[in-house]
């Protein structure tokens, strides 16, 4: 290993203990990729938010949920009111200010979830290879229950971020690489929340411990980005804009339009294969 990088990982290990405190330090976010804020939004928002939370479980979730095979962890139903914005309490944009300046905007809001549905483990990735847009975009997380290795907290790998977008989407593999990142599970509990780089590879052990881990997930950009569905702080600085959602539609031909059109060949031959099969065995 490179002594410059030497230096890197050994200053990435000293700033472990560093990533974690009431006071987000933007110099740490910055070279590790992931910050935890403890016990930043107020006590009564949180309160309401798992109120609201447990009706909607009652009501909805309780009877079953549409996994998403794709991504089982990411909840598909329509999210009551509160829950759909709570990316509007001002605590996340005035944390994220010193990162993205005063004009802040809304990329994307899901829950993901560790429950029955969807206990297993979450393979190493990074999030901005799937995102559209500009690059500068952050994942705030926000749990409205605990969140540790036995219900499938996430896992960060320190420092990935630098490498930037990797080129492809899918499961990393850091045996390829020469460095190997220092990793962090922290424990969190509601009030707390984490900011995390969307470039940073993170992943998720499963649920072993039958304890729900509900998390809610929103990605936040600068507001000059021509994808931003909502305004959160300040004032646009794009009059340009277009929706993220069903990229595919933008293209003519493309890698998942490939996939896409493979996989429908794939089934067609699979389909023919057994007819001639079941023909055969008459």
């Known amino acids: ?84 914005h709570m990316y509007r309490e001002p605590v996340f944009a005035n944390t994220l200010k010193p990162l993205m300046g005063d004009h802040i905007a809304l990329y994307n809001h ?48 320190l420092g990935s971020h630098k490498l930037g977008v990797l080129g492809d989407a899918g499961e990393i593999n850091p045996a390829s690489f020469d460095v190997q990142w220092p990793t962090v599970t922290p424990e969190l509990s509601p009030g707390d929340f984490i900011i995390m780089d969307s470039r940073l590879w993170h992943e998720s052990g499963p649920n072993t411990s039958g304890i729900d881990r509900v998390m809610a997930d929103m990605i936040i950009q600068p507001a000059d980005d021509p994808t931003g569905q909502e305004l959160i702080s300040g004032e646009w600085q794009t009059d340009i804009f277009y929706s993220p959602k069903n990229l595919t539609r933008h293209f003519v031909n493309s890698r998942i339009l490939k996939i896409v059109r493979y996989e429908k060949e794939l089934a067609q031959l699979r389909a023919e294969a057994l007819q001639v099969i079941s023909q055969n065995d008459e």
């Open 1 to 84: 290993m490179k002594p410059a990088m030497r230096s890197t990982l050994e200053s990435l290990n000293d700033l472990v203990s560093d990533i974690s405190s009431e006071t987000f330090c933007p110099e740490v976010f910055r070279k590790t990729g992931v910050f935890v804020v403890r016990n930043a939004v107020p006590l009564d928002v949180v309160d309401a938010w798992q109120s609201e939370w447990k009706v909607f479980y009652a009501q909805v979730l309780q009877k079953g949920r549409d996994v998403n095979r794709a991504n089982p962890v990411s909840l598909n139903e329509q999210l009551p009111e509160g829950l759909a």
């Open 110 to 157: 899901r829950f993901v979830i560790k429950d029955a549905l969807s206990s297993n483990k979450v393979f190493l990735h990074q999030d901005s290879c799937y995102h559209a847009g500009n690059v500068n975009k952050c994942s705030v997380f926000v749990p409205l229950s605990i969140a540790n290795k036995d219900n499938g907290s996430l896992t960060f790998h």
